[in-house]
């Protein structure tokens, strides 16, 4: 088996006399989607707070590409690959689509993010952005205000951003949500797509979207992983319907 691309290992987080995380312990692979499932106040964003250097962990380690990235920064993490989308929109609402996905094009270089508009004169930074674009379809908007797309665009947006950074692994904090079912759709197509050029962890409380795209599942619940398994196996096991799926299993 390949060697995985992300690993997890042992992470533990408490909050006073609270256990948020208690030796979360998973892997992503290549060309993977890992699915974080649980319910509301099971650890879900902890996790993801301490795998992208938001949150330091009391105990454990998070592993990049074979390095611990534990010590790591959230600006050091994204520059060794680790790609973070979706948590909170980070795309500047008044400027066009290009110049969006060119202030991403431009944090890949390290440079200072207050030249970003001469930046536009850059043609690498612009033909890395417009590459990006054409990925994710949204090429014929380049030119539209952010502010002027549909909340799915603006998703399709982020991960465009994403991938001028030429990301590792993506670690998705619930693309789904607010999106309607057409906006769902089309993002669950870019993301089953997008794994082949970086795998994703993806938390989601959509679970239609999680069963189309999981290659497995980890369920959480109490801040402890329940159980790592494929879709079929995560459905028919009693324990998850008991703690967590009931009838959407
Ligand atoms: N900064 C904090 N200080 C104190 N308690 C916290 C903090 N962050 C999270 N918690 C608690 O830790 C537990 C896990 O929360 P977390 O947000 O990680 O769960 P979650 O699975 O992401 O939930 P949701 O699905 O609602 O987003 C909860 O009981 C929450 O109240």
Redesign the pocket.
Known sequence: MADPVLEVRGLGKR??A?V??EEVTLDLRPGEIHAVI????????????QICGALRPDSGEVWLRGEDVTGLSVAQRARKGMARTFQVSALAMEDSVLENAVLGALGATGSPWRFWRAALDHAALVDRAGASLARVGLSEARHRRVADLSHGQRRQLEVAVALTLGPRAFVMD?PMAGLGSEGSADLTHLLDALRHEAPILL?E?DMDAVFALADRISV?LY?RVLMTGTVAEVRASAEVRAAYLGDAA
């Open positions: 909050f006073g609270l948020a995380n649980g319910p509301n106040g099971a650890g879900k964003s902890t996790l993801i707070a619930e938390v409380h959480l801040g």
